[in-house]
């Protein structure tokens, strides 16, 4: 192109140190005169390309209104363009409307559009890593007082992250058709997916009716009192997305799932090996006691080793280390996601994490701020985070032990940003306990309540930001740690006797 490039200030010297920022100023002319002489060129980059884009300010400002014109269905050339660009600073010696004249008079063809876009896009992506990497030495070299090396990482980390991923957190406000466009494109993958859901399916038919599966950039909280089944609901869960991934590569290179997802699992409880146990005990239908007491059967452990073979390659991570804080939490999930993709992810327990120890010794400021982190790491990755987490043994006292919003433990900021908050509840656990004596009516009584309530748990959705609550029933198999969806009517009567 005959057109000078444009320099902010005199060019260095050859023999100076200054280095200037990567950028391609004859790449900006040429993308921009293709644009003017033929608007098509400006959808060839829109979907990726946005005006602080470009090094230079003016060029931004030609892309801008140019693209506003385009998306009113106006037509964006040197003359249209004229009427905004009048009054802004010459260029030189020449007026801006003579500038947009010779772009779209050394214009030469829109074929190589998006190439242009690219370069620009790139290009911007470098600028943004100088200035991450700037920022990180002079923090480096003059830290204020109360900011630790741990917290500078995780600043650094989250910069990166954001300038790694090419979604829209993060990116201000949003034009209505652009978030209409989205929401279309939702429906279109649901109407498409495997069961028509809007989210990722859990594997509980019941459960994904109520809740149109696992949504994006949802915090999950399930609760529920110690041996519910808290953590064997979450796993059944998780592995149930993870063995159900698939995944299309899209023609720009990038992998978009299309059912299941990539699972990661911060167990901060069990060790990597408890879990993994777990699992293998549901699939291989061997009880997790006869596993860890070595008391399987021939037949058992063949099972064992077809099923450990089948899972190899399912997506499933596991970070078992303890006493993660929600910044290292947060630093670890945007890592995975970076670098194998993240799709779900669960937190066992939400307790069990730890605050930035800034505010105070208040546990309740704590668990505050770790739910307000959590809902924001779910919309920063914009994938469902599903947090565990203990209730209080006020439950205990009640004549009806069902949970209730109010027995979240610690915290009401739990129920505040939480979009679904689900209760776990299996009563068949408590009147196990209210066994009386055999041969009295009492008994018999006992008995008749417990062949109904045998082998059956139930979900309580007691909070849900986009619909509707309720409760779903389920199987539950103790032995194999395993829920599943229900055979309504089909349960044969058990013998407690």
């Known amino acids: 192109m005959s057109i000078e490039p444009l320099f902010r200030g005199p060019a260095p010297s050859p023999d100076s140190d200054y280095r200037t920022p990567p950028a391609n100023i004859e790449a900006e002319q040429a993308l921009l005169g293709a644009i003017l002489v033929n608007n098509e060129a400006f959808y060839r980059v829109s979907d990726f390309l946005l005006p602080e884009h470009f090094f230079e300010t003016i060029h931004a400002r030609i892309f801008d209104i140019a693209g506003r014109l385009v998306r009113a269905n106006k037509t964006a050339t040197p003359i249209t363009l004229k009427t905004f660009v009048e009054k802004e600073e010459p260029i030189g010696e020449i007026t801006l409307p003579q500038y947009l004249a010779r772009l779209a008079a050394d214009a030469t063809t829109v074929i190589n559009a998006e190439d242009y876009g690219r370069t620009i896009y790139d290009l911007a992506m470098r600028r943004q890593l100088i200035s991450i990497g700037e920022e990180m030495v002079n923090l480096a070299y003059d830290a204020p007082v109360d900011t630790t090396p741990g917290d500078q990482i995780e600043l650094a980390e989250q910069r990166l992250f954001k300038v790694a991923e090419t979604g829209k957190y993060g990116a201000g406000f949003l034009r209505f058709s652009d978030a209409l466009k989205d929401a279309i494109d939702m429906a279109s993958k649901a109407y ?36 519910m089944g808290k953590t064997s609901l979450a796993t059944n ?37 408890q879990l993994a146990t777990r699992i293998i005990s549901e699939q291989a239908e061997v009880s997790s006691e006869t596993i860890r007491r070595g008391k399987t059967t021939e037949a058992e452990f063949q099972r064992l080793v077809e099923v450990a073979g089948r899972l190899q390659q399912v997506p499933l991570f596991i970070d078992a280390t303890g006493g993660l804080s929600i910044a290292q939490l947060a630093a670890r999930a945007r890592r995975l996601k970076r670098q194998k993709g993240l799709d779900f992810l669960v937190i066992d327990y939400l307790q069990l994490l730890q605050g930035s120890g800034k505010r105070s010794d208040n546990r309740v400021q704590e668990i ?106 389920l199987a539950f198999q103790g032995e194999f740690t395993r829920f599943e969806n229900l055979a309504h009517d089909s349960r044969m009567p058990v013998s407690f006797e």
């Open 368 to 473: 505050t701020e770790i739910t307000t982190g959590l809902k924001a790491l779910a919309k920063e990755l914009s994938t469902p985070i599903l947090a565990l987490s203990q209730l209080s043994r006020q439950v205990e006292s009640r004549e009806d032990k069902r949970p209730q919003l109010a027995d979240l433990r610690e915290s009401g900021s739990i129920e505040q940003d939480a979009d679904v908050v689900l209760f776990v509840y299996r009563e068949e656990y408590y009147l196990k306990n209210k066994k009386p004596r055999e041969g009295t009516p009492e008994f018999e009584t006992w008995r008749e309540e417990m062949e109904r309530v045998a082998g059956l748990a139930e979900v309580i959705i007691s909070k849900q930001r986009h619909g509707p609550t309720g409760t779903v029933n």
């Open 237 to 273: 869960i998780a592995f149930h997305v993870a063995e159900h991934y698939q995944a299309q590569t899209l023609q720009d290179g990038r992998t978009e799932t299309i059912n299941g997802g990539i699972v990661g699992f911060f167990s901060l409880e069990m060790s990597a090996e």
């Open 192 to 227: 498409q997916r495997d069961g028509h859901l809007s989210g990722i399916s859990t594997g509980l038919a019941d459960l994904d009716d109520l809740m149109g599966g696992l949504q994006p950039s949802d915090l999950i909280i399930l609760a529920g009192r110690p041996a």
